[in-house]
């Protein structure tokens, strides 16, 4: 039996969530499929061909793969099924919205977000936002499974020499159709794959000053942005800058928590980086609690100085 | 228009949650339950899309034990029509909900489930993708923003994705899945609050619908994460900039 993971991509480049995935399938122990269904796809699937630990690359180029829904990218899944132990995928959006859909086709249960692999039946994953960590066993016959990114340190994007097989595409099931997407521009690094993220929260009090003092930051320090959902909910950022529960989970070398109380729904979403710094005028503020540096002071005064220092 | 919305209780978001020092579970002994703040933007998107005259009839509908008729009493203090419990003392996983929603689906056909992107204390992120693949519907999950279009039988979602935002047209029936920012729940008043008590709730149990519930993982235990001790205070911002060259050494 192999392991089949679904490959994260645009159509042109393969993306890095993929590389954690497949490190979590690694840990399995078995022969390694990449399955890349999308529309005029051939570079990224030579991008997984590439990817270390790699035996085959399996791609499904048709109009209606183009666009990831979740509909007809489950029903491709689920009719190559056969032969397979894990089917895996990282915690993407792409991945949460297609992988329990595939599980309930093939009647399993999926197991959420792993953060470690015990054995072939058994994994970890994160419950009450994280603040317990569960051990579950599947009884299944195929482990349907979402991979937290930050879990796995990912394999090399180089290195590997697959071979490349051409799959039958399955029908298009002709149920939704997209009729846009908003895609935030941004020369700046992917929260997920950033080293250095700059955060704020509520205080900053609107998007002007979230940009005049938080983007010079982050370019000299080469950041990511992010933010609290307060920050979000209050129109200061775009949806997707929201770290937390029910955000992105990132875990870079350096998080800065800027004007952010560290409500534990943020917390759940950045608690595994490998140091916190918390910027805050409340000294009782719960960041300070998982703060390896904490700076009580205005944000408004100290931002400027920290950028004109570095 | 039928509009079917999954519930489900929780321990309150504002709990914080202790592991058992046995190491089998959660400890919900004397915990504050709640409905799960997805759910609540999920019954007030369907009493929004009542009010605004889109759909005739709101239901729902909850999975677990007695106690879930409290969560189904406040979805209809919130502005439901009817409730339906399913009750039962075991276990149930995102499979087992799927398949008990879909049996009521059978019963109820609504053209539009409105259901929470995650429940809070399994964070699973599954139930509602399950019930689309087993009704074998069309799914748009993470939605902030839902038009439906019941005359030309589609649905318009606008959905929160990792690099922003897209937005699907689905065609109905369809199962919708909500995200935070979609609307902000009303409070309950006292006045509905009352009302409710006299709103219909049905009790079903899941042999009636002939669902196996049996649970498919098996958790084997339950632990704190490694806890992140406090750091240091700094004095300012010279002092911040010296730790993190020479102490964290991660800026150059
Ligand atoms: C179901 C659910 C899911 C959620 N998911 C998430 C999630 O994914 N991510 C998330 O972030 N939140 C999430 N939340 C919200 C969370 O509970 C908090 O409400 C939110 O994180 C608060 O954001 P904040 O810290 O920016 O705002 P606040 O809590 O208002 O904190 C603002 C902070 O700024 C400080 N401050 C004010 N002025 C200054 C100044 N001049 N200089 C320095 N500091 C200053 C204050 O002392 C305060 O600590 C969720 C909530 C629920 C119910």
């Not at chain 1, 209606?64 to 979740?70: C, E, N, P, R, S």
């Not at chain 1, 029908?171 to 250095?196: C, F, M, N, Y």
């Not at chain 2, 369907?46 to 677990?64: D, I, L, N, P, Y």
């Not at chain 2, 009750?87 to 087992?96: G, H, I, R, V, Y």
Request: aromatic share 4%; hydrophobic share 50%; glycine share 8%.
């Amino acid at each position: 039996m192999s392991i089949l993971v679904i490959a994260e991509h645009d159509n042109a480049h393969l993306k890095t969530a993929t590389l954690n995935a497949v490190a979590a399938a690694v840990k399995l122990g078995s022969e390694i499929h990449l399955l890349v269904a999308g529309s005029g796809c051939d570079a990224v699937a030579e991008q997984a061909a590439a990817v270390a630990g790699v035996a085959k690359v399996k791609v499904a180029d048709a109009a209606h793969y183009a666009d990831q829904t979740a509909e007809n990218l489950a029903a491709l899944i689920h009719a190559h099924a056969g032969g397979y132990s894990h089917i895996l995928a990282a915690a993407t959006s792409n991945g949460k919205n297609t992988l329990p859909r595939v599980a309930a086709l093939l009647d399993v249960a999926q197991i959420s977000d792993i953060i470690a692999v015990e054995d072939a039946d058994t994994f970890v994953r994160p419950i009450y936002a994280g603040n317990a960590l569960a051990t579950v066993k599947s009884a299944d016959a195929v482990k349907v499974i979402t991979v937290r990114t930050t879990g796995f340190d990912p394999v090399s994007a180089v290195g590997g020499s697959a071979t490349i097989e051409t799959l039958a595409s399955a029908s298009d099931q002709g149920q939704a159709r997209l009729i846009g997407r908003e895609i935030t521009k941004s020369a700046r690094p992917e929260l997920g794959a950033a080293k250095v993220i700059i955060s704020g929260g509520r205080a900053l009090g609107s998007g002007e000053a979230y940009r005049q003092l938080l983007e010079p930051l982050a370019d000299k320090l080469g950041a990511a942005l992010g933010a609290s959902r307060a920050a979000v909910d209050a129109g200061f950022v775009p949806n997707d800058y929201q770290v937390g529960q029910t955000g992105k989970i990132v875990a870079p070398q350096l998080y800065i928590a800027i004007g952010i109380s560290g409500a534990i729904q943020h917390l759940a979403g950045m608690k595994d980086s490998k140091v916190i710094v918390a910027i805050n005028k409340d000294p009782d503020a719960p960041i300070f609690q998982v703060a390896d540096y904490g700076l009580v002071a205005d944000l408004f005064q100290v931002i400027p100085e920290l950028t004109a220092a570095l | 228009m039928k509009v079917l919305v999954p519930i489900k209780r929780v321990v309150d978001f504002n709990v914080k949650v202790r592991v058992k020092a046995d190491g089998s579970g959660i400890d919900l002994a004397n915990v504050k339950m709640a409905m799960n703040p997805f759910d609540e933007i999920a019954v007030e998107e369907a009493v929004r899309q009542k009010e605004a005259g889109v759909v005739t009839e709101v239901v729902a509908v909850s999975c677990g034990v007695a106690a879930c008729q409290e969560t189904l009493r406040t979805a209809l203090a919130l502005g439901a029509d009817r409730g339906v419990l399913v009750e039962t003392d075991a276990e149930l996983q995102p499979l087992a909900v799927a398949k008990l929603l879909k049996a009521i689906v059978g019963k109820e056909a609504p053209q539009l489930v409105i259901l929470g992107k995650q429940a809070i204390d399994d964070d699973a992120n599954q139930t509602g993708q399950m019930l689309a693949a087993l009704l074998g519907w069309s799914q748009a999950t993470f939605a902030s923003k839902v038009v439906i279009d019941a005359a030309a039988g589609h649905v318009t979602v606008t959905r929160e994705i990792d690099g922003g935002l897209e937005t699907l047209e689905l065609k109905l029936p369809a199962v919708v899945t909500t995200d935070l920012r979609l609307n902000e729940p009303r409070y309950a008043t006292l006045p509905n609050i009352m009302k409710a008590k006299k709103k219909p709730l049905e009790t079903l149990k899941p042999e009636d619908l002939g669902v196996d519930v049996s649970p498919r993982l098996t958790t084997l235990k339950v632990v704190e994460p490694p806890k992140r001790t406090a750091g240091v205070r700094v004095a300012d911002v010279a002092q911040l900039i010296d730790k993190l060259k020479n102490e964290a050494k991660v800026i150059p």
